[in-house]
């Protein structure tokens, strides 16, 4: 019991009923620790849980990933038994909220541009906007077939969007 309470006690001794919104993203330093304290804030005070995307990896060179915000959310989903809210890719929550702050933006002039398919290009098919795939990332051009919706732009990499105007 004793080396339980050393591990955790910053973790466990005061909870600040001021915090209501727990964000988790991408986080190298992630720790047990700070799995804890998000579940209390979330259990114990009623803070909403929220995530800005749900990327489940990164690419950190062409040819490794890391795991993403994704992996980070999966401890406190399992403990808690709810996801988060997400409010960012893939969700429309983001464009809705820049159209609100920005006027009503036309979709047929707009275009999704990302390396990630199932968060960039869900977002721009979410949003109803046209989408450009960019095999920069986490999305390999081998991949690209399986994909039950295709991108309307898929591209080598950003230098080749002058190609096609």
């Not at 915000?69 to 464009?95: C, E, N």
């Not at 039950?148 to 190609?163: I, K, S, T």
């Amino acid at each position: 019991k004793q080396w339980y309470q050393r591990r955790v006690r910053g973790a466990v001794e005061e909870i600040d009923e001021s915090i209501k919104y727990v964000v988790v993203s991408y986080d190298p330093y992630f720790n047990h620790t700070k799995l804890t304290q998000a579940y209390l804030y979330i259990s114990e005070n009623n803070a909403e849980f929220i995530s800005p995307d749900t990327d489940n990896f990164f690419s950190v060179s062409p040819t490794r990933k890391i795991p993403g915000s994704l992996s980070v959310q999966a401890g406190l989903t399992a403990v808690l038994g709810k996801k988060p809210t997400i409010m960012g890719k893939p969700d429309p929550f983001l464009f809705e909220l820049i159209q609100k702050e920005h006027g009503k933006i036309d979709v047929s002039k707009t275009i999704m541009i990302g390396d990630n398919y199932s968060t960039d290009m869900a977002f721009g098919f979410n949003c109803g906007m046209s989408t450009g795939l960019v095999l920069t990332g986490n999305t390999k051009s081998e991949d690209v077939l399986k994909f039950e919706r295709q991108p309307d732009f898929v591209l080598e990499g950003l230098g080749n969007l002058a190609e096609k105007e």
